[in-house]
């Protein structure tokens, strides 16, 4: 089955700890979206990679950083410059950049930090 | 003022009955999305659509592109259409609503 595929489901850190969220496909897609979501507010933009070993800035990437080595994988760390990390992570693909190419979700990851 | 608007925020409904979702946006797209976010938090594509009407099973999405205006239709709504259902729009990016919460009481 082709899909996206997030681990792990839930993530529990000490605050200062810098974290790493994985997110696979095997969709064969080139674009690639990390999205946080927080209680209230609409899904928001951390980074977006359109193709391999390139990756963009979204809306707040501050205290973010990616990577886009392989198709495949897109992972995000969360560094300990993150003030409000404590949040719903989800993963995208599309087949292509740019507007209009539908985006497919992954499950999530919870990352809870105390 | 977010650039997409959803109402209601929260809805109850009787199964059986009728459901109506609208989405408003003030941006220019080129698409409209329409998700649902089971309680879990996996997000599942309902429909994508620049213009007209889709329907799929018991949903139906219909847009007006010239009123900037979306709606998600759920006919005989059942227990398990209880999510969060999220309007996203296509301009340069995605730009979503912040959902409209949907329980569905047997």
């Known amino acids: 089955d082709g899909g996206i595929t997030q681990s792990p489901k839930y993530l529990f850190r000490k605050e200062g700890q810098n974290v790493t969220l994985s997110c696979e496909q095997n969709?064969?897609?080139?674009?690639m979206y990390w999205y946080r979501q927080d209680p209230g507010q609409g899904l928001r933009l951390i980074y977006y990679?359109?193709?391999?070993?390139?990756?963009q800035k979204g809306d707040i990437a501050e205290g973010y950083s990616v990577s886009r080595e392989k198709k495949e994988s897109f992972p995000l760390t969360v560094t300990s410059a993150q003030k409000n990390p404590t949040a719903f992570y989800l993963c995208?693909?599309?087949?292509?950049?740019?507007?209009?190419?539908?985006?497919?979700f992954g499950p999530g990851t919870r990352l809870t930090v105390t | 003022k977010n650039e997409v608007e959803q109402s209601p925020q929260n809805l109850t409904a009787q199964e059986g009955e009728f459901i109506t979702i609208n989405c408003s946006y003030s941006?220019?797209?080129?698409?409209l999305h329409w998700l649902q976010q089971h309680p879990g938090g996996g997000i599942v594509s309902l429909f994508m659509?620049?213009?007209g009407k889709k329907k799929h099973g018991r949903l139906i999405a219909t847009i007006n592109i010239q009123e900037k205006h979306s709606s998600l239709h759920i006919t005989a709504s059942h227990p398990r259409d209880s999510a969060v259902y999220i309007c996203?729009?296509?301009?340069?990016?995605?730009?979503f609503g912040t959902g409209t919460r949907l329980q569905v009481f047997p």
């Open positions: 941006v220019g797209i080129s698409a």
């Open positions: 996203a729009v296509y301009t340069d990016k995605l730009i």
């Open positions: 969709l064969n897609h080139d674009a």
């Open positions: 990679s359109q193709i391999v070993n390139d990756f």
């Open positions: 659509l620049s213009s």
């Open positions: 995208a693909s599309s087949i292509g950049p740019g507007q209009g190419y539908e985006q497919y």
